[in-house]
């Protein structure tokens, strides 16, 4: 029943069907998107609020709900008045003009569950009379906007005629919302569909809203709720509205999705589909509405309902109008799509003739070229957006350079109170890695500040002390900030008892400071090295060393903990791969899984795949790393996930390669980070400058500085 929004990245793909397309908006806290579209024509606005009678929508009409009778469409809306929010009713022979009744519900007496709002109400004719269940609340907002507030509760009334009078049922209790389950906050009423001798209600949900179903035989009885949603509460779906389409035996719901961008509003109205009603499955969704098809609503987009009419069905929805996210003043909206439906993912199929293979319900999803050989691959095209989106094509040049005798390496990059600071490394007169802090205002101009790992006197990491960033915020486009974990900011990084370049063994331990933003030294644990190649769990790609780390905190525990170490090894010289290990507080860890999960160049058994970087752009988790000799030079590509352990390779244009003087032997070792729209995509650079710091960008800035590189 909230109304929400948001577009912080937004990636799209025409294809020669004009109705369906690719799209993907990604979110802050990486909650799922729909990489689909299923474009609806928007009319525009069909009904204003301002003139019902009594002044029941003076401040807004918004939860369209739409229904036929006789020839006569019975549009139920919630209207905003005097007193708060009540359902009330218009009503149209052509859905052009319409008569508005004003409203169809009262509020309850003091006490009551619908005391301070009545409104949303779903309806179903069992052929004798027309059975309503709406939304009631004894909460409220302040005024004047009264908005209704949790809990959200199903009540019910009954009617002969949709245009009432309707009579309420308050001994009539259908379901409640239950501490401690996916409905303890919100139990709303959604469509009402009949399957055999059964009532099956899509009802909304939250803690995290969700969609689930209530099941009768009595709709003046009690409702069953199934112990799981049908979808999963991180999809952020509210609110209902189904349509069976005859010709392909295929159920389309409609709902709300929920966005966020500063707060949570319904940035779009969302379509599932399935052959089954018992049974949905939460890739198999698109966006139907939302700010780029919408005509005058850019931001938020209102609850839907959908209506057959001739051979195209109509979408009512309502919305704020322009940027606004307001609950207030808002307008019922109507948009169209053409029937019969077809799912979007045929219609790509058809259109691009991609590979396929057959998902739960039986339709068709492009997958990658070796999606036969694991069921998990990303889809290409999913694939090619990511590339579309992480590009940088303009090289801005070198940011750092180390001083006389000194090669600098391994950039990785933050943001805090406003600043940029790079961690990196250096190795001066080839004695071995220390660890330096740099500073920029505009991650092109770059002071350097000091040192916060060196060698120390003694012990496994006397002569090499590579730090890399741990913890950062993972969403891509997002705050590019560090993570505390027990109060500390966390660094992983790789340690040697030996003087020279990377001299075995190497293995890996973990640092931690208050103070990241200034040149001082980190503190290690007294438990270093956490792993290394002696261990009695080593596994063979790592049994010579252990390189770079990369650790991620996974909130969701999807490895069953919540750090995810991700870390390059060496089987021999010239042959890494990259594998995972877990930890529950970030001292401890344990190899997960046999061996490694992204590797190249098995064929030759040479080749390096190392020093990755991970980040989330929606529900896909995307690896970033470099690669090397197992074809020639060395250069920056990435890899997909959806679970952090099957990966799907990109095997297009790489991401950055050798191409100006100042790389032109080596273009490797990636961190990217977006930030108001550009991409930037730091790497180590080797030519004729020696071993350097390189910018690229998918923006040309260029004139930003006296740089005047080539793209």
Known sequence: MHQLTVVIIATVLSFPCADFSLAQTTYPDGRPSATLRMDAKDQGVVLKHGDGPEKCDVLGA???????????????????????????????????????????????????????????????FDGKEWHMFYLGTPNVSGAPDLIPSFPYLTLKARSKSLAGPWIKQPDVVPFSCKPNTYYAQTASPGHIVKQGDEFLMFFSASMKRTLAIARTKDLNGPWAIDPQPIVSPEEQVENSSLYFEPANGTWFLFTNHIGLDGGEYTDAVWVYWSKDLNSWDARNKAVVLDGKNCTWSKKCIGMPSVVRVGKRLAVFYDAPGGNSTSHMKRDIGLAWLELPLSPPLAALQAAKSIPVQPPSNGHKAPVSPDADKDSKAVPLERMRQVYEEVKTPFKYGVVIRGEANQLVDSPSVFRK??????????????????????????LLKWEKL??????????????????????????????????????????????????????????????????????????????NPV???????????????????????DKAKTLGSPFVMYYNGKIKSGYEKIGI???????????????????????????????????????????????????????????CSTDLVNWTKWTGPDLVQSSEPWDKTFAHKPWLVKHDGVVYHFYNAVGDQGRVIALATSKDLRNESNQGNKP
């Open 62 to 124: 918004r939860e369209a709900l739409i229904f036929e009778e006789k020839g006569v469409y019975h549009l139920f809306y919630d209207g905003s008045g005097p007193k708060g929010w009540l359902a009330c009713l218009a009503t149209s022979k052509d859905l052009k003009t319409w008569e508005k009744k004003g409203p169809i519900l009262d509020f309850g007496k003091p006490g009551a569950s619908d005391s301070a709002a009545a409104c949303s109400p779903w309806v179903y």
């Open 417 to 442: 109170d406003g600043q940029w600071y790079m961690v990196y490394v250096t190795i001066t007169g080839s004695v071995g890695y220390e660890t330096c802090l740099a500073r920029s205002a505009d």
């Open 450 to 527: 000091g040192k916060i790992l060196s060698f120390r006197p003694d012990g496994w990491d006397r002569w090499q002390r590579a730090g890399y960033l741990a913890l950062c915020d993972t969403t891509w486009g997002g705050s590019n900030e560090l993570q505390t974990y027990d109060g500390k900011y966390w660094m992983s990084f790789l340690g040697g008892a030996l003087q020279g370049y990377e001299t075995d063994p190497l293995a890996i331990g973990l640092a931690w400071t208050k103070t990241p933003t200034e040149a001082r030294e980190w503190t290690s644990l007294a438990e």
């Open 531 to 553: 792993l290394h190649r002696d261990q009695p769990d080593v596994r063979p790609f790592e049994k010579v060393t252990l390189y770079k780390s990369n650790i991620i905190w």
């Open 581 to 639: 290990a877990v930890s529950d507080d970030m001292i401890h860890w344990k190899r997960y899984g046999k061996d490694s999960v992204v590797a190249n160049g098995e064929d030759k058994q040479h080749g390096i795949t190392g020093d990755p970087q991970v980040v989330k752009m929606g529900d896909l988790w995307v690896m970033f790393y470099f690669g090397a000799f197992w074809r020639p030079g060395a250069f920056d590509t990435f890899a």
